[in-house]
């Protein structure tokens, strides 16, 4: 194992077809990148501990297990970046991914340098979120620490996932101003997502029910039709 940081940082590809984990991890070594590869779920698991990958290119189909359950115990572990690969690209394939918690989906067959590019994109999106330090947000009984990824409400702690997490810091941190939808999907799942935005109303659901939030008479999160959502400014929203 190399000691010494690639400058791209280190990418743990788990993909069990030679003929796409060899050419793609010689092009991630011309890139800058230190790749690790594993052929199975087991592998990636064991990997991904050991070696502290800064991203993690996951294939759903191995030969020991489903991407999918090993994208679920690795965001129970940790916030590592990870992009889906598989050959199936159908917009359900690609929301189930998402709501996994994986950063970014990648089609076969696929672009090196197109998806480098993705890569590249995921680590800074996931850079400025574990960078500086940012000021706790507060907004009635509702408390976030970016830094320490903690949410309470009314001093009870929330148990929120990964992108509910993210979702709400964007919501807070733009309280009382419009999120367009295309911003929310931009800056929490991927700049790059053209399909459609209903896992964004998937989890905008999840966290409505966490901040027990009704969409009728929200306290919290308002939807604009045809636009966005608005989360309540600071001096707007009162404890009942």
């Known amino acids: 194992m190399s000691t010494q940081q690639a400058p791209g940082g ?6 069990d077809e030679d003929s796409i984990s060899e050419p793609f991890a010689e092009a991630l070594r011309r890139e800058g990148f230190e790749p690790l590869v594993t052929r199975t779920a087991a592998g990636a698991l064991e ?18 297990g489903d991407g999918r359950d090993v994208c679920r115990e690795l965001r129970r572990r940790s916030d590592v970046p990870i992009v889906m690969l598989t050959a199936r690209g159908t917009e359900t394939d690609r929301i189930v991914g998402l709501e996994l918690g994986a950063d970014d989906y990648v089609v076969k ?3 090196a340098r197109e998806t480098i590019s993705r890569i590249r994109a995921v680590l800074r999106r996931s850079g400025s979120r574990n960078g500086a330090a940012e000021k706790a947000l507060r907004i009635g009984e509702l408390e976030l620490d970016p830094a320490a990824r903690t ?10 996932s990964r992108k509910e997490f993210d979702l709400l810091a964007e919501l807070m941190r733009n309280a009382g101003r419009v999120v367009t939808r295309e911003d929310l999907m931009a800056k929490v799942w991927d700049v790059n997502w053209f399909g459609s935005t209903k896992t964004l109303d ?17 306290r919290y999160i308002e939807t604009v039709r045809g636009v966005g959502f608005r989360f309540a400014a600071p001096e707007a929203e009162a404890p009942r």
């Open 109 to 111: 067959p696929f672009s």
């Open 151 to 160: 949410a309470r409400l009314a001093g009870e702690g929330l148990d929120l």
């Open 202 to 218: 998937v989890h905008i659901g999840w966290l409505r029910r966490k901040l027990g939030d009704d969409p009728n008479d929200p």
């Open 47 to 64: 990997m991904a501990e050991e070696a502290e990958p800064d991203l993690v290119m996951l294939d759903l189909n191995l030969p020991d």
């Open 10 to 15: 280190r990418i743990l590809l788990v993909e």
